[in-house]
C-alpha cells in the first residue's frame, strides 16, 4: 500500500512514467481481480469437484479433480428442462411484445415533437423507479381476478411493467443517436416517412434492437419473485428451479453449484456479448437531446 | 462499439441550465413551423400501445395498492366471501404504531445506506485504479466485472451462501487460517446484524461493476488537460480529484447515488432466498416484511400499506435523480 502514495503523483503522465510505477497499480489490480472473481471461480471449482470433496472442512483453493456427477444429480433433483422451456418461453414472448411496442413509443418520443412528449419521457422515467415488490400485492390480486394466476401468460403480462419502460428509454437513446438529417434527405429523395424509417434508421437501429432485445431477455429470465408467487410448483421456472437443492434435510451444496453454472453461463456470456453496446445505449442520450 | 467510451452522462454540466421550456423544443420540429393536425395525432398512435400495457399493468395495481391500504383485506376478501370494506387510515394506524414496524425502517435504511456508500466508494476506487493499471490487467478485471455483474441474483445468492456456509463454506476455512480465529462452524446467519453484513456484501459484489463501467466511462470524459493545470498549480492526487474530477463527475455520481438508494431498498430475493424464504425478525427489510404480512399473514390490507409507505419514503430520492437526470438534459 505505501507504494501507492509515492505513485499517485503522476498517473496522468504515463507516456514518461517507467513501466516500475505501473506495477504497484497492477498488484492493487490483481487483487481485484481475484476478489471479484472469486465467487464465479468458487461456483465452478464446486460444480466440477467429487461430492466428498466440497464438503472437506478444509478446502482445497485448487481444484481437486474434475467430475460431471455434481451435474447429474442436479439434472436428475428435479425436473429441469421443464422449467428451461417455461423461462424461455415467457422471456421470448416478453421480449418480443416488449420490443415491438417499445419501438414504436420510443419512435414517438424521439423523432416527433408533440405537446405532452415531456411528461411522457418523465412517466416513463418514473415508472421505472417504481420498486416492483412494492407491486406484487396488486398484482397478484389483479391476476387472481383476471384468473391469470397459475398461467405463464399472467407472467408475461406482469414482466410488460419492468422489460417495457426499460425497452421504451434504452431503444429512445439508441435512435436518438441516428442521425434524423439520413431520414431526411430519404425522405427529400421521395420516401415516405415510414419508407424512409424502415430503409434508412431501421436497418442502423438493427444492432441496437438487438442488444435491446438480448439485455430485456436477460432480465426477465433472472426474475425471480414474480415466478415464485405467481406460479405453482409444477409450473416453476428456471430460478426458482433452483430453490429444489434446499430441502428441510439440507442442502446440497456441490449439485447446488451445477445448477447455479447451468443457470449462469448462457446468461454471463450472452451478458457479456451485448454489455458494451448497452452501456452505449443506454447512456447515448446524454449527448444528442 | 467504441461509443461506450465516449458518450456518457458525464459530459460538462449543460451551459445553459434547462428550466424546461414550455413548447418541446430539441426534437426534430424545425423551430417555427408547427405540425399540421394530422401528424399531431401519428405521435400518439405511436404511443397508445405502450401506453395501454402500462396502464394496465402497472397503473391498475399502482391504483389498487392505494385503495388496499384503505381497506379490511384477508383471505375471506380473497376468495369473495365478503366484500372488501373501508377502513379508512386503520392500516396505517396499525402499522405505525407497530414498533417493529420502526425497527424494520431503521434496519432497511440502515442496511441501504451501508449498500450504497460501499458500493459507491468500492466502484469509484476501482474505476480509479482501472485508469492506472496495464491494459492487460484492465481487460480482465473488466472481464471479471462483467461477469459478476450478469450473474442471475438468485445465482449470486446461492453461491454466497455456499461460500458463507457454516461448516463447509471457504470463507470460514480461509478465515480460521488466520492467526487467532477459529470460525469453523460459525454460522454468520444466526445472529441478524451478521446476516445482513453478509447478504450487504452480496448486494455490493453484485452492484459494483456496474457503478465502476458507469464512472469509467465518465472518467474518460474529464479533459486532461485540466488536470495538467491543476497539478502544475501545485495539486497533489487528492487535490486533482477533488477540485477537478469530483465535480466533473458529479451528475453522474448523483445519479448512480439515487438509482443505487432506490435498488438497495427494494433488496428482496437476496434475503428471501438466504433464509430458505422466512426471514426472521431479525432479517426483516421493508420489502420482505410487507410479504410477510401479506402472504404469510394473509393481511393483504396491511401488506399494501406497507409497500406504499416505502414507495413514499423513496418518492423523495426518485426526485432528486429526475431533477439531476432534466439537469444533465438526459430528458429533453
Known sequence: MSSMTTMTTGPGTTSVKPRKSKAGWNLLGLFVFLTAGFPVYWMLNTAFKPAKDAIDPDPSLLPTGFTLANFRRALNIADFWGPVGRSLIVSLTVVVIGVVVGMLAALAISRFAFRGRKVVIVGILAVQMVPLVAMIIPVFLLLNDLGQYDRLSGLVITYLTFILPFTVWTLRGFIVNIPKELEEAAMVDGCSRTTAFLRVVFPLLAPGLVATSVYGFIQAWNEYLYALMLLSQKNQTATVWLGNFTTKHGTEYAPMMAGSTLMAVPIVVLFLLVQRKMAAGLTAGAVKG | ?332
Open chain 2, 1 to 332: 462499439m467504441s461509443a461506450a467510451d465516449t458518450t456518457t452522462p458525464a459530459k460538462l454540466p449543460p451551459p445553459a441550465r434547462h428550466t424546461p421550456p414550455t413548447p418541446p423544443t430539441g426534437t426534430d420540429a424545425r423551430p417555427g413551423r408547427r405540425p399540421p393536425k394530422a401528424a399531431a395525432a401519428i405521435p400518439w398512435a405511436l404511443l397508445a400501445p405502450c401506453v395501454l400495457v402500462l396502464a394496465l399493468v402497472l397503473g391498475y395495481p399502482l391504483v389498487r395498492l392505494v385503495t388496499l391500504s384503505f381497506q379490511k383485506f384477508g383471505q375471506s376478501q380473497l376468495w369473495g366471501f365478503q366484500p372488501a370494506e373501508s377502513v379508512g387510515f386503520d392500516n396505517f394506524g396499525k402499522v405505525l404504531g407497530d414498533s417493529e414496524f420502526w425497527d424494520v425502517v431503521v434496519r432497511t435504511i440502515v442496511f441501504a445506506v451501508g449498500c450504497v456508500v460501499f458500493t459507491m466508494v468500492a466502484g469509484m476506487l476501482i474505476a480509479l485504479l482501472l485508469q492506472r493499471v496495464s491494459g492487460w490487467m484492465r481487460t480482465l478485471i473488466n472481464i471479471v466485472l462483467v461477469a459478476s455483474w450478469g450473474m442471475p441474483i438468485i445465482v449470486a445468492t446461492t453461491v454466497f451462501k455456499w461460500l458463507f456456509d457454516s461448516d463447509y463454506g471457504i470463507v470460514n476455512a480461509l478465515l480460521s487460517k488466520l492467526p487467532g480465529v477459529e470460525l469453523i462452524g460459525h454460522n454468520w446467519f444466526a445472529s441478524g446484524p451478521q446476516g445482513l453484513a453478509v447478504i450487504m456484501l452480496l448486494v455490493v459484489w453484485g452492484a459494483v461493476p456496474f457503478v465502476v463501467i458507469t464512472l469509467s466511462a465518465g472518467l474518460t470524459q474529464v479533459p486532461k488537460e485540466l488536470e495538467e493545470a491543476a497539478r502544475l498549480d501545485g495539486a497533489g492526487a487528492w487535490g486533482v480529484f477533488r477540485f477537478v474530477t469530483l465535480p466533473i463527475l458529479k451528475p453522474i455520481i448523483v445519479m448512480l447515488t439515487t438509482l443505487s438508494v432506490i435498488w438497495d431498498m427494494g433488496v428482496f430475493p437476496q434475503v428471501f432466498v438466504m433464509r430458505n424464504g422466512h426471514p426472521e425478525a431479525e432479517f426483516q427489510l421493508l420489502t420482505t416484511y410487507s410479504y410477510d404480512r401479506a402472504f404469510a399473514v394473509n393481511d393483504y390490507a396491511q401488506g399494501s400499506a406497507i409497500a406504499l409507505l416505502t414507495v413514499v419514503l423513496l418518492l423523495g430520492v426518485v426526485a432528486v435523480y429526475m431533477r439531476q437526470m432534466l439537469k444533465i438534459g438526459e430528458v429533453e
